[in-house]
């Protein structure tokens, strides 16, 4: 048996066909090997923590596959085609952005036209966020005026 996504068979010593993994994490490599010009624009500003951070692409979380991902400050990069507007994708982006807010992550929607014509302002954007963002839900709420 084959794996979707991996090239591969099971797992060795007899596992009788039981996945490696997660099925997202075979659709993610795949959605790696076929990202779009604007995706694959950012994610060449964006690797090797070039823009302040570390930021992984097309990463599973829970059952959604985001286009990019800063774990060190729980945030998400979506990048947005204009398919985005049409038919029952707009509903399905909100319940995916509120899975993800509600699970503590911050939701950045990008139109892939701002990143074809502004690449520079929105990495500068992006460096500005990961550099100082106004909260780090890790390390709980904001400290009260005068208890800095």
Same mark, same amino acid.
């Given at each position: ?13 007899g596992g ?6 997660? &099925?997202?994490v075979y659709?993610? =490599?795949?959605? *790696? =090997?076929?990202?779009? !010009?604007?995706?694959? $624009?950012l994610w060449?500003? $964006?690797?090797?923590? =070039? ?5 992984? *692409?097309?990463? &599973? ?10 774990? /060190?400050?729980?945030?998400?990069? #979506?990048?947005?085609? #204009? ?8 509903? =399905?982006?909100? @319940? ?5 807010? @509600?699970?503590?992550?911050? %939701?950045?929607?990008?139109?892939? /036209? ?7 302002? %929105?990495?500068?954007?992006?460096? /500005? @966020? ?7 839900? !890790?390390?709980? &709420?904001?400290?009260?005026?005068? #208890?800095?």
């Amino acid at each position: 048996m084959i794996l979707p996504g991996t090239g591969r068979g099971t797992a060795k010593g007899g596992g009788g066909g039981v996945p490696l993994r997660r &099925p997202e994490v075979y659709v993610a =490599r795949r959605l *790696r =090997r076929t990202m779009s !010009l604007p995706e694959a $624009l950012l994610w060449e500003a $964006l690797r090797g923590s =070039r823009a302040g951070a570390k930021f992984r *692409r097309q990463h &599973p979380i829970g059952p959604y596959i985001v286009d990019f991902c800063c774990r /060190a400050t729980s945030l998400v990069i #979506e990048v947005d085609g #204009e398919v985005h507007g049409r038919g029952d994708l707009p509903e =399905r982006d909100a @319940d995916r952005d509120r899975f993800l807010a @509600d699970n503590g992550y911050r %939701v950045w929607r990008i139109a892939a /036209a701002e990143i074809l014509h502004n690449l520079d302002s %929105v990495i500068a954007a992006i460096s /500005a @966020d990961v550099a100082a963002p106004l909260h780090h839900a !890790l390390h709980g &709420p904001p400290p009260r005026a005068g #208890e800095d």
